[in-house]
């Protein structure tokens, strides 16, 4: 049995939790806690509650740690009270990173190998991707925070 850390208003949870891989794309987390049995289940990166009564921001805040523990996404913040999971990868073969926000996709950030900048190519406007969230990206990206391809390492300035 595991330990979920579970931020929960002023209180820091440890809950027991047991991982099933039911099958190709989908998980169960069924967590033991002191007023009950509670079921999560991750379908294909989509979170959420299938058994058990628990209060709607225990509940969120349960979902936000399996997040944050089972996909590691670049970025999570709640905006205008909805939850948002930023994945920005590495595209093979595109010389670029995509950005997703909850699984939808909002454009690309390139390098150009013979540039010094990154430049944003975004396909989806988002009223989150804000000019200070793009510095952001860009920040992790140079600290090699997101990934970069292991073949395509360019030597940029850090400032």
């Known amino acids: 049995m595991e330990q979920l850390v579970v931020y929960y208003k002023t209180k820091i949870l440890n809950i027991d939790f047991d991982y099933v891989n039911k099958y190709a794309g989908c998980s169960e987390y069924n967590l033991r806690g002191k007023n009950g049995f509670f079921i999560f289940l991750n379908n294909m990166n989509k979170w959420e509650h299938v ?94 925070e997101i990934k970069w391809p292991d073949d395509d390492l360019p030597n940029i300035p850090l400032s």
Request: net charge positive; charged share 30%.
């Open 51 to 144: 058994y058990g009564d628990l209060v709607d921001g225990l509940r969120e805040a349960i979902i936000d740690a399996l997040i944050l523990r089972f996909t590691k996404p670049t970025k999570m913040f709640y905006f205008k009270g909805k939850r948002m999971v930023i994945d920005i990868g590495w595209t093979n073969g595109g010389g670029s990173w995509h950005i997703y926000a909850n699984r939808f996709f909002i454009g690309t950030i390139a390098y150009p190998r013979t540039g010094t900048d990154f430049r944003f190519l975004i396909h989806n406007e988002a009223e989150w991707l804000t000019d200070e969230m793009k510095e952001e990206f860009i920040s992790m990206l140079k600290r090699k």
